[in-house]
């Protein structure tokens, strides 16, 4: 059987396809720059044209989606009440569902009779215990505004602690990892006995680690300060903390590619920055986990550098910790789990 996955950001719409049992991957297109001047695609419904998919041969479609809240903790098969609640979860990740949702309902137009499933983000994160979720707030801010840790890449730290257990030969249940995403966006997660105990993304995608332009963990108060001292709205600030931050406010380049292959000041303080921010977290979670199989390398820069994988571990306390380097495939999971909720 076949199934299909998008992944719909706002101008960009990927899709796979893999057959199933086996998990071969069939087709793999992805249609960029949708809606932007110049680009012959106008429209998600356009992009969904444009990747040619017969969907008389398709059996299911998983779609990704961000942001699941309290609400969604875990892969559903797609109806209107289901709809209606990623709409209302929009104002927790107003950059990402909105995008997520186009896909659906453009593929729901084009294949109404083909069972479609949401697999969330934040979803691999439901097991985080409260003293992990809940921030030091007064507390009916959580209680009214839902402001809480949400956690992001959930689907690839779910897909290699999966993929990690293998290697380790052990159970899922039986390991005790710490997983490290690090991509243009980048997250750690320490995983207790296969589950998700920590997580360095929050509320939002913004927190935690040092990103490509995101800022990663700061003092909440410079926001103030950006808005009182230096009259920023809030939407500069959010581009400043999103758009201008992290390895590109620090040396003007977000590619790590390029940052390793300059030599100046600037580029080498990015790195060390993004090197200690992560050995921080891997600090961390090693005492909340106690024990600690392997640390996992993912992501871009995880799977390719190994400059930075080096530099991450060179720590007295971290000689002899295994490391494993798995390439992470969040759609194959997302695959994974419509083939297990429709017990297809
Ligand atoms: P992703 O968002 O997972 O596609 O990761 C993008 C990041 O991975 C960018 O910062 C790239 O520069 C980085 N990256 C990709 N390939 C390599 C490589 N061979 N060496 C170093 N960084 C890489």
Redesign the pocket.
Known sequence: MKIAVFNAGSSSLKCKIFEFPAKTLLFCKEIEKIGESGSAIASHAEALEALGIDFSEIDAIGHRVVHGGEKLQESVLIDNEVIKTIKELIVLAPLHNPANLQGIEVARQKAPNIPQVAVFDTAFHATLPKEAYLYALPYELYEAEGIRRYGFHGTSHAYLAKEAAKELKKELREINIITLHL???ASACAIKKGRSIDTSMGFTPLEGLVM?TRTGDIDAEIVLYLERKLAKTPKEVEHILNKESGLLGICGE?????I?LREDERAKLAIDIMVRRIQKYIGAYMLLLEDVDAIVFS???GE??KEIRDAVMDNALLKGMKTLVIATDEELEIANECYRLLGL
């Open positions: 991509g243009n966006g490509g977000n590619d790590l590619r390029e390793l992501g871009g820069i390719n550098s």
